[in-house]
């Protein structure tokens, strides 16, 4: 079977940095990976040109058999619609939106909007009580869990996840990283930055970058 | 989803849209009252043109002055010129025969009236005549149209019959004699044979010489006075242009294509002009000038209001740029999560427009109602008189309430669409 993510000797270059110089590995659906390395090392720009919210400058970055660099502005909204879950280190919910509104809003984007399946999302993350909720009356830990249903709903073939729990207290990061573990239980292919160790270790194995390059990929120990 | 999208933006996110709202609400309030004092001025202005009646008065040339006693006219009757009823026609054939709204001839006669037992003058007029025009069609016109305000007790006499209208001072000195339904008796002296038996069909107040003096069709008075198809004086009521520098030179001195535009204006002056090309030997006068300089200042003030009307409104679309640039950076991160999880630009660019068009639609019928207070405020020490609300305008309004929304809009909402999402969600 093909890997669902394969990337070739891929290359992002902003005005005079070089964020990311000749990175290439694959990918399996059903993997969970933890992407490390020292601030500034293009953790955030892989993620970013691999959930096609950018541009690689050369190389490719293939998703589910879809070159992102080939995608157009439209062809890109249209794959991060259906193929990508993405959660933020910051959370990004729509502030004047409840958390239910916000898991409907990727609904919305996607196709249409079913009320049920978004309320089911919420309790999947543990959220039932929760639902008319606007994201500043919800703590860190449950807004990143709105993040989490939000980024589930439409059935992604990738889920990327940026520090999911660079923002959050030890028991919320627990909660998250206890939803990570289900979802990858569960199938999900998961692509996850982080700075900590611990948690790199969670996955199934790691990939390490220095200075846009891979520093040393090697097998997580399962747990 | 999408109304809910905005509806919730707008119940739970209602600060920068306050600021862009109010640009709008101002605006739009002073548009509305500055083009609701502008249509209550154009109004006016038609009115009092309208109700002006008689602008232009035609005389023999070099007539002599009249000599008028209370009301009387004691000129020999056969002094000075007359001019000729069967001209009059033509006054519908000159370039600006649109123009001429009525014309009214006049003859003054003294006679000896049995009822008063002594001299009385006879005005004789019409009151609604029909006037062959050469071209074959025909005109109405009379006192009905050059002297609106002339008001009359009881009905105006026909044309065509033995009937008058007396004034009000004079029937007042005569309750008895005279009154509606009796017969009166003139002829030209008390010794003359030509006796002619009056029905007074009504009792008019004008405010000037009129009251004391008996209006009668213009053929009776010509008969009495031994003047056929002859009358004295001529009131034009023409819709005219106000004046301004150029009206005022003299045709000899223009240009052809100086002329051309001269005479192609409905100025009094070229009026008059053509006038007297058609009915040669006449003197033509304007009267009521005062009426006039009121009409340029109105006019100079409608001039002012659409210029402030249109500054409003550019204010309005500059703050609304403003304003909706600041709300669009604000809410920069909310855009690029929206993009991030599957939005297009076409979709974000939809939402913010839609938000743009209820503010203008709610901005722009707020702006309505206030516009219309001060409309009412500004009408009341304008003109001392409220100027009343005009719910024409409102669609109006709330057109010219989205075009500001969405000129001022467009630049800001375009950069919108077109954030990169990349750079923003990584929060730096
Ligand atoms: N929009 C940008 N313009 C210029 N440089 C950028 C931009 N985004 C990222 N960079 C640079 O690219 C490098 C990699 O950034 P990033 O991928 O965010 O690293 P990480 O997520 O590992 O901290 C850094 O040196 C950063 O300064
Ligand atoms: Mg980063």
Redesign the interface.
């Known amino acids: 079977m093909a890997p669902l993510v394969q990337i070739e000797n891929l290359r992002k270059e902003f005005a005079n940095v070089r964020a990311l110089d000749g990175v290439s590995f694959v990918v399996q659906a059903g993997e969970w990976i933890a992407i490390m390395g020292p601030s500034g090392s293009g953790k955030?720009t892989l993620i970013?040109i691999l959930?096609g919210?950018?541009t690689p400058t050369s190389g490719r970055a293939i998703v589910d058999g879809t070159d992102v660099a080939r995608l157009d502005?439209?062809g890109l909204?249209?794959f991060?619609?259906?193929k990508i879950g993405?959660v933020?280190?910051?959370f990004?919910?729509?502030?004047?939106?409840?958390a239910l509104?916000n898991v409907?809003?990727?609904?919305?984007?996607?196709s249409t909007?079913d009320e049920g399946e978004a309320r089911e999302a919420l309790g999947r993350v543990g959220l039932t009580d929760r639902v008319e909720h606007?994201p500043g009356q919800l703590s860190g830990g449950e807004q990143q869990r709105v993040a989490v249903a939000?980024a589930l709903i439409?059935h992604p073939k990738l889920i990327l996840a940026d520090e999911p729990t660079g923002n959050l207290d030890e028991a919320n990061e627990g909660i998250v990283l206890k939803l990570l573990r289900e979802l990858h239980a569960e199938g999900h292919t998961i692509l996850m930055v982080t700075h900590a160790a611990s948690i790199g270790q969670l996955a199934d194995r790691r990939i390490d970058l220095a200075h846009g390059r891979l520093a040393t990929e090697h097998a997580a120990r399962r747990v | 989803m999408f109304a809910r999208i905005v509806g919730q933006s707008f119940a739970r996110n209602p600060r920068r849209k306050l600021l862009t709202m109010a640009a709008l609400v101002l605006g739009i309030t002073v548009a509305t009252a500055t083009l609701t004092v502008a249509l209550e001025v154009g109004d006016r202005m038609a009115r009092e043109f309208r109700s002006l009646g008689a602008n232009l008065l035609v005389t023999p040339e070099s007539d002599t002055l009249p000599l008028e006693i209370g009301g009387v006219d004691y000129r020999p009757v056969d002094e000075g010129a007359y001019l000729q009823e069967a001209d009059l026609g033509k006054l519908k054939t000159i370039f600006w025969r649109h123009n001429i709204l009525g014309f009214t001839p006049f003859l003054d006669v003294p006679a000896y009236v049995s009822a008063t037992g002594g001299a009385t003058t006879l005005i004789g007029t019409w009151y609604d005549h029909e006037v062959a025009v050469p071209d074959g069609t025909t005109f109405k016109t009379g006192v009905s149209a050059t002297h609106p305000w002339w008001k009359i007790q009881g009905r105006w006499f026909s044309d065509a019959a033995n009937e008058c209208v007396v004034g009000a001072s004079l029937a007042a000195k005569y309750p008895g004699a005279i009154a509606i339904g009796k017969t009166i008796y003139v002829a030209q002296t008390e010794k003359s044979s030509d006796i002619r038996p009056l029905v007074v069909t009504g009792i008019v107040s004008t405010g000037d010489a009129e009251d004391n003096a008996i209006l009668v069709p213009l053929s009776v008075a010509q008969g009495i006075s031994n003047h056929p198809g002859q009358f004295r004086q001529l009131f034009v009521s023409a819709l005219t242009k106000p004046a301004d520098a150029f009206a005022e030179r003299d045709p000899k001195s223009l240009t052809p294509t100086e002329y051309d535009r001269w005479f192609c204006s409905p100025y009094i002056s070229s009026i008059s002009y053509q006038i007297k090309q058609v009915i040669p030997g006449v003197d033509v006068r304007a009267i009521r000038r005062v009426a006039e300089t009121e009409g340029r200042i109105l006019s100079r003030v409608s001039t002012l209001l659409w210029i402030v009307t249109l500054a409003a409104l550019i204010a309005a679309g500059l703050a609304v740029a403003a304003t909706s640039a600041a709300a669009v950076l604000e809410r920069r991160v909310e855009i690029g999560v929206m993009k991030a999880i599957g939005a297009t630009n076409t979709s974000v660019t939809a939402l913010f427009l839609t938000e743009h068009l209820t503010l203008a639609l709610i901005g722009g019928a707020i702006g309505f109602f206030l516009g219309a207070g001060l409309a009412r405020f500004l009408g009341a020490s304008v003109f001392g008189t409220p100027a009343s609300p005009r719910f024409i305008l409102l669609p109006v309004v709330l057109g010219l309430a989205i075009l500001v929304a969405l000129i001022g809009g467009l630049i800001p909402l375009r950069r919108a669409a077109r954030f990169d999402p990349a750079p923003i969600l990584r929060g730096e």
């Open positions: 955030t970013n959930g919210l950018d502005e439209n909204a249209r991060r619609a259906e993405f933020f280190q910051q990004h919910l729509v502030p004047y939106l409840t509104e409907m809003l990727a609904q919305y984007f996607h909007t606007l939000r439409n």
